[in-house]
């Protein structure tokens, strides 16, 4: 790997552990402001909102400038996004904020991969990256527990500084007012990102005019015949496992009696199998095979309507890692071929837009109708087993339609396939 994969590593890492302990933190400031139960499970769509909103411009926005200033310019809009929550806004507004600089940062960091390294590595650096990610987000989660939790929290409230009146009140303050300087190391390291070369492409001077361009790019990828599977499989997952961190949640509470301290040790339990079966699946997975995991995620859908009937923590811990270990295993393969594909038809930025706007789009879904049942009564259990019913039916009809494909479409696909194949031994 070039060395600037590992400064692209590092940034990644930080951004992604303070976005994941600002969920938790986020979580507790709605739960210590006495804030509907419906209002926490909304956080996961308020964060989706902007990726379905701004997509016909984030990736030629990545794609305008060097990526690694696209993504230090967004970790300072969630530092922004920070700061609204400590100065009193409401948390579910303040979060829409962090998400649109998620949605800024998205593009940026998966499409410079393309940029930096040969399609022959991508499988690999989406398994490095990937498996990163959940080390953070395991990380970020048992960080944001803990530092919600009294034992690190009154230390911090403890602090007094001379003349200067923080307003920092209360545990989740405290700890969103700490991850704003693990935002500020995530920026430093985008700073020290190597231009890569790539020629930049200029945002039209109307900006509306990417609106068309950006549907024409999203009708490509769903017509490719390779480009279609992978991007309806990985909008599903990704779909589900965004709404699944705030499930997790209220399912410990449930089942196990967990409070937001005790789940979040268990929800990045969760991640430690991921991050396994992404590292796994980088390793054995090539991108030419990479349909034939699709049949995972029909088990993965079973096996998460199993979590209502597990009420002890050294069953459910095991289990969990089970159910982390497929999905990633599944994710990581699927990913790398939607890139691939994304980058031969349309490039890089771009790409990563058509995905992260269907994939939040099924996150923005999924979340309201999630936020609406809670509120009208649905139990953990009852979305635990919806929303693995979801999954295996879907996953289903994907791969019927990955077999409908192969038979109609037998020449362009062994030929897109051979492509594959191609790229990864010459690239």
Not at 56 to 82: E, H, Q, R, T, Y
Not at 188 to 209: A, L, Q, S, Y
Not at 217 to 228: E, F, P, V
């Amino acid at each position: 790997m070039k060395r600037g994969f590992y400064t692209i590593m590092s940034a990644q890492f930080f951004s992604s552990l303070a976005d994941n302990a600002l969920f938790i933190a986020a979580v507790e400031l709605l739960k210590t402001s006495k804030a509907p139960g419906w209002q926490a499970a909304a956080l996961v769509p308020m964060f989706a909102l902007f990726y379905v909103v701004l997509a016909p411009f984030v990736g030629a926005f990545a794609d305008a400038l060097p990526k690694g200033k696209v993504m230090f310019f967004s970790n300072a809009i969630k530092v922004v996004g920070c700061l609204m929550m400590l100065f009193g806004v409401h948390p579910l507004l303040a979060y829409a904020i962090v998400g649109l600089g998620a949605a800024a940062y998205s593009p940026a960091k998966y499409g410079i991969l393309t940029e930096l390294l040969p399609s022959s590595q991508l499988v690999k650096a989406n398994g490095w990256i990937e498996g990163l990610t959940i080390a953070s987000i395991i990380l970020g989660i048992l960080l944001g527990g803990q530092l919600v939790g009294n034992a690190i929290a009154s230390r911090m409230l403890a602090l007094d500084f001379p003349v200067i009146d923080t307003g920092v009140d209360t545990p989740p303050e405290a700890a969103i007012f700490l991850l704003i300087f693990i935002y500020a190391l995530a920026a430093w390291f985008n700073t020290r990102i190597p231009h890569t070369g790539v020629e930049m492409r200029p945002i039209p001077k109307n900006p509306m005019e990417l609106v068309p361009d950006f549907w024409a790019c999203n009708s490509r990828l769903w017509q490719d015949k390779l480009g279609q599977i992978s991007l309806a499989s990985t909008t599903l997952i990704w779909g589900v496992t965004g709404n699944l961190r705030y499930i997790m949640l209220a399912w410990s509470a449930a089942a196990l009696h967990y409070t937001t301290t005790q789940a979040s040790a268990l929800s990045g339990v969760v991640a430690l199998g991921t991050a396994v079966g992404a590292v796994v699946a980088s390793m054995r997975t090539r991108l030419d095979r990479a349909t034939r995991v699709i049949p995972m995620g029909i088990a993965l859908g079973l096996l998460v309507i199993c979590l209502r009937f597990i009420d002890n923590v050294w069953v459910a811990a095991p289990f969990l890692v089970l159910l982390g270990a497929l999905a990633g295993y599944m994710v990581v393969p699927m990913n790398a071929l939607l890139q691939h594909r994304g980058h031969n038809l349309m490039g890089a930025g771009r790409s990563i837009a058509v995905q992260n706007f269907n994939e939040q789009a099924c996150i923005l879904g999924l979340g309201a109708l999630y936020s609406v049942s809670s509120g009208m009564g649905l139990s953990a259990f009852g979305a635990v087993t919806g929303f693995g019913l979801i999954v295996a039916g879907f996953m289903w009809i994907i791969h019927r339609w990955h077999k409908s494909n192969c038979v109609k479409y037998k020449d362009e696909i062994e030929h897109l396939q051979e492509l594959a194949r191609h790229d990864h031994g010459h690239g």
